[in-house]
């Protein structure tokens, strides 16, 4: 399928691995040129070289921690004129509920929920005076399914779903659609960090802590990045203006819901 979207230019927060570096693949195979962001200089640019050579797109990279106001200034500069935005950062550490104080919190806020909103405060005017944009969050299963030990995940990301349904209301009329993309387990860095994790916590192998992880999930198997990046892409298509304000969970089936 063609997705129409080739020239178009897009930024990618936190894009050196995992899920937002599949999203930006995807783009990029669609025609997109990129902003790259993450906070390790090597891994990205390693990243932006091998897109530039697969899909001949142009990639400009931003080094910075998206966390920070300093940080969003410097792919928000880099990023002017972007028809396309992706928001994504690291995820809070696990814990208990009684580990966790205002700072941890303020931590979690800061890069799941305040730079995704900054970043889309910045960049929605321009796009809607062009008529046409799209912005895709990266949050979590745990939006719609309390994942306990991952109670700063679960607060700051249900607090940018929030933001977000009412927000993609008021710039659909624009032609500028807002989404979010409910990852649940993916084959990356931090599904290897959950399972190291659960692995010391219950005195079990890595192995043996992944095969309990994948009886939790109908399909058998973590989602890849790949997959999770075709359906950014798909939501950043022309063939998406009629998606707004709405909640992707890529889970496999893990989640079980009727709606
Ligand atoms: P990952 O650890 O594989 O990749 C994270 C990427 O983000 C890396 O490129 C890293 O450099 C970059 N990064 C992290 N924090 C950053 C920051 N503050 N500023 C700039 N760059 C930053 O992670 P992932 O598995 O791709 O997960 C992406 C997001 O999706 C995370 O918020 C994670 O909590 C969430 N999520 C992941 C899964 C999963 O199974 N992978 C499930 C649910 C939610």
Redesign the pocket.
């Known amino acids: 399928m063609d997705l129409g979207i080739a020239g178009k230019k897009a930024l990618v ?10 999203c930006a693949e995807a783009l990029a195979e669609a025609g997109v040129d990129l902003v790259m ?4 200089e090597e ?2 640019e390693a ?1 932006a070289a091998d897109i530039r050579d697969r899909f001949g797109v142009l990639v400009q990279t931003v080094v ?5 106001e300093d ?1 969003q200034k410097a792919v928000i500069d880099a990023a002017q004129g972007v028809d396309i935005l992706v928001t ?5 550490p696990p814990g208990m509920w009684t580990d966790w104080d205002r700072d941890d919190f303020i931590k979690a806020l800061d ?2 929920m305040l ?1 995704p909103i900054a970043l889309m405060k910045a960049l929605l005017p321009g796009m809607m005076g062009k008529g046409w944009g799209r912005v895709v969050n ?5 939006v719609k399914a309390p ?1 306990a030990v ?1 109670g700063l ?1 679960n607060s700051a ?1 249900a607090g940018l779903t929030g933001y977000v349904a009412g927000t993609a209301r008021q710039v659909a009329g624009q032609g500028v659609t807002i989404n979010n993309l ?10 290897v ?2 399972d190291t994790g659960a692995s010391q916590a219950q005195g079990i192998s890595y192995d043996e802590a992944q095969t309990q992880r994948f009886a939790t999930i109908p399909a058998g198997r ?2 890849t ?1 790949q997959e999770f990046g075709a359906t950014c892409a798909f939501l950043c298509s022309q063939h998406a203006g009629f998606i707004v304000g709405q909640n992707v969970l890529l889970d496999g089936g893990a989640t079980n819901t009727t709606v």
């Open positions: 927060c936190a894009s050196s691995k995992g899920l937002g570096l599949g962001n993450a906070r390790g891994v990205l990243a910075a921690d998206v966390a920070t940080g994504n950062a690291g995820g809070p890069a799941n730079a990266i949050t979590s299963v745990s994942i991952l995940s990301r409910q990852p649940g387990i993916h084959a990356t860095d931090r599904a960090s959950l973590y989602g990045r």
